[in-house]
């Protein structure tokens, strides 16, 4: 089946999707992104993904050029036309295509931005293997620019995070700045020691996730304790447990840190319990 993609203001089977070469997007990576998953055809967080939608596009100057009535609706929409039960939408917003190439920012009264959703189909999302088995992760050097708490589609360096991961036999890469882990090429970081849950404190330095904030939320309703400060890879090594989170992953268990197993290399206590809390809370209140 043809996906049906939404491109400035129309639905179009992906095919016939077009955007200028001379988007700022293409050019620049001048644009800022959202991933929302769908879980029984429903949207997750939807609420949440908007909010930091406006936030990435004022912090890079750039209007929203959709309301957020509208957004839902494109997201429902395309959900609705490609008969989306689990997966996500990816949605990305772009400061337009001048005329011509040039660094500094066209005016955004003669230039459109652009403006793009599509659907990605997964089935079985939920009921992931992985979640199961737990997964691997490599350290490497964070060497991303400074605000990487907005959402740009700046991509390149966690492409070739998850690339060395692959390399190394791991399924994905934390990054390590000035000695404490960061985040995951594209989730938080999180380890757990006793039935404490540590994560790095929300800064320039990581994305705030969506799917962090809830699970944050949900871990201390089931009064487990939640510290947000730095951790090291040593410490990650010798900690009871590890995880990430992501719209895309939900709560996933991380079993082997740069060749160390932690614990019997399966998935620990917390991680599961909090994918199936996220999950579940996450069922009842998508939208
Ligand atoms: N990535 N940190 C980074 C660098 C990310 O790219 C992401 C999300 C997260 C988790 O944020 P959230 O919980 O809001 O998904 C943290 C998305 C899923 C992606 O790029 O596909």
């Not at 939807?46 to 494109?74: C, Q, T, W, Y």
């Not at 309703?221 to 995880?243: K, L, Y």
Request: charged share 25%.
């Amino acid at each position: 089946m043809t996906r049906t993609v939404y491109v400035n203001g129309d639905y179009l089977p992906e095919t016939d999707a077009k955007v200028s070469i001379f988007d700022r997007g293409f050019l620049m990576a001048d644009g800022v992104y959202e991933v929302t998953s769908v879980l029984g055809g429903k949207l997750v967080d939807f609420d949440g993904h908007a909010v930091r939608l406006e936030r990435s596009l004022a912090e890079l100057d750039m209007p929203n050029p959709i309301s957020k009535a509208d957004l839902l609706e494109v997201h429902r929409e395309l959900v609705r036309v490609n008969g989306i039960d689990e997966g996500m939408v990816y949605l990305q917003i772009t400061r337009g295509a001048p005329d011509d190439r040039d660094f500094a920012f066209p005016d955004p009264e003669t230039t459109p931005q652009t403006i793009v959703l599509f659907t990605q189909n997964k089935p079985g999302l939920a009921a992931s293997p992985m979640a199961q088995k737990g997964m691997k992760v490599i350290s490497i050097e964070d060497i991303r620019w400074g605000r990487r708490d907005i959402k740009t589609v700046q991509l390149l360096y966690p492409s070739m995070g998850k690339m060395m991961a692959k390399k190394a036999g791991a399924d994905d890469a934390w990054m390590v700045q000035d000695g404490f882990v960061t985040e995951g090429t594209s989730n938080n970081a999180y380890i757990v020691k006793g039935n404490k849950i540590i994560t790095r404190e929300k800064s320039n330095d990581i994305l705030h996730g969506i799917t962090r904030a809830a699970v944050l939320r949900f871990a201390q309703e089931a009064q487990m304790e939640v510290e947000e400060r730095n951790f090291t890879i040593e410490e990650a090594r010798t900690a009871d447990e590890a995880f990430i989170t992501s719209a895309s992953t939900f709560v996933m268990p991380v079993v082997e840190i740069d060749g160390t197993q932690l614990g019997d290399g399966t998935p620990g206590r917390v991680a599961p319990r909090l994918r199936e809390i996220y999950l579940d809370e996450s069922m009842k209140a998508a939208i």
